[in-house]
């Protein structure tokens, strides 16, 4: 794993660019996808290993929980933390998410505090993580 790749996987160019604005002062270096075969043809073409995925649900091609479910398929792939960011806000669609092998999910629209606070409880940021002010 890749402990400061993460994936920004959304079909919105202006979504990608809020959560990345959040990520990079956090010491994440990010990669763009436009949806989950996207995101997985980059990770096979490059042979990359994401420490995090911020993944959107409803997208063309591939959605964020076919995506989900493709990446817990792959053995090599187990150790990387998977967030939902989605306007999916149903309590069912949450539940099958995290079954499928999310390990979080937010709600948009949501504050850069939101994604900083989840991902300082992941372990992925120390708990003194820098405070970005862009919100969505």
Partial sequence: ???????????????????????????????????GKDAL?????????????????????MNGLEFVMAVRKQKHLRQMTLMMVTTESEHGQIVRALA?????????????????DKLTYLGLVPLAGAE????A
């Fill in 100 to 116: 499928a092998g999310a390990h979080e999910y937010v709600i948009k629209p949501f504050t850069a505090e939101a994604i900083v």
């Fill in 41 to 61: 043809d980059q990770i096979w073409d490059h042979d990359l290993k994401p420490a995090l995925a911020l993944i959107d649900w409803n997208m063309p091609e």
């Fill in 1 to 35: 794993m890749d402990n400061t790749l993460a994936m920004v996987i959304d079909d919105s160019r202006a979504m990608r660019g809020i959560l990345k604005r959040i990520l990079l002062p956090l010491g994440f270096e990010t990669r763009e996808a436009t949806n």
């Fill in 132 to 135: 970005p002010a862009v919100s």
